[in-house]
Each structure stands twice: as structure tokens, then as C-alpha cells.
């Protein structure tokens, strides 16, 4: 897996790969742990890790701020496992994120927030790589 970005592995935190009640992963503070699920896939493994190494580095969240944390954390674990030049060769051959997705080994939903959380000059730099799409070229 190669984590890119500001994603990086917080210090004294281990992992833990057991089987969750429910969840991919969960981010333990007290005992600095990081738990995974076996049964995910390689693509939901990534995106699980990068996503509880977010949560790792920001420290814990107040409950009234989890749904909003949930969906930054997941844009910037998708930033860190999706390089910008990445997405725009692939959005070059399909603008359909789930076959984007496939080739780049992440999870559709891990995609899907890379292009929601696209900055200005992201979005820009593709739109115009992708124009061929939307002219029918």
C-alpha cells in the first residue's frame, strides 16, 4: 500500500487485524491501536487503513463532530492513496469511477470521494484532460 501525502503512521500506534462486530476498521485511542477487519478485501483493506490513519493523526473527535469527520477523513485518505496524475491518466481512458476504482485497486466509494474532494486546480486539470469525454471525440 502506499500511503502519499499527509498520511502517515503515528507513532507508538500499532495494527490489529481481528473481526469487527461491525465496521471495516476502528481507531482505539486508549491502547493506540489500529484494528482492521481479515475479511476485507486488498482494495477496502487500503482504503480502511489510510482512513483510520487520518483519524489516528487528528486525534479523537467530539460525537456532535462525527458525521462531518467521517466525510473530510475519507476525502483525505482518498487524496493520500490517489496521486492527482494517477486519477487524470485514468479519467483520460473512462470517466466512470467504478471502472477508475478497478484499475487503481481502491474501493469505488474511496474514488468517489477523490473526485468529490478535488481541489479547484484538480478539477480544472481534469476537466480539461477529460474534455474528449464530453465532446464525443
Request: with cysteine; charged share 25%.
Given at each position: 500500500m502506499?500511503?502519499?501525502?499527509?498520511?502517515?503512521?503515528?507513532?507508538?500506534?500499532?495494527?490489529?487485524v481481528e473481526v469487527l462486530?461491525?465496521?471495516?476498521?476502528?481507531c482505539r485511542w486508549g491502547s493506540r491501536t489500529i484494528a482492521i477487519?481479515?475479511?476485507?478485501?486488498p482494495e477496502e483493506r487500503a482504503a480502511t487503513i489510510a482512513h483510520e490513519l487520518v483519524?489516528?493523526?487528528?486525534?479523537?473527535?467530539?460525537?456532535?463532530?462525527?458525521a462531518g469527520e467521517e466525510r473530510t477523513?475519507?476525502?483525505?485518505?482518498?487524496?493520500?492513496?490517489?496521486?492527482?496524475?494517477?486519477?487524470?491518466?485514468?479519467l483520460q481512458w473512462s470517466p466512470d469511477p467504478r471502472v477508475v476504482a478497478f484499475d487503481l485497486g481502491v474501493t469505488c466509494g474511496?474514488?468517489?470521494?477523490?473526485?468529490?474532494g478535488l481541489d479547484i486546480a484538480e478539477r480544472d486539470r481534469l476537466r480539461a484532460a477529460t474534455a474528449h469525454h464530453r465532446d464525443g471525440a
Open positions: 502506499d500511503i502519499r501525502g499527509d498520511v502517515t503512521w503515528p507513532s507508538e500506534w500499532r495494527l490489529a462486530a461491525s465496521g471495516r476498521g476502528r477487519d481479515p475479511r476485507l478485501t483519524h489516528a493523526s487528528w486525534g479523537p473527535c467530539p460525537g456532535w463532530a462525527k477523513v475519507h476525502r483525505l485518505a482518498a487524496r493520500a492513496l490517489i496521486a492527482p496524475d494517477v486519477l487524470a491518466a485514468e474511496l474514488a468517489g470521494a477523490r473526485l468529490d
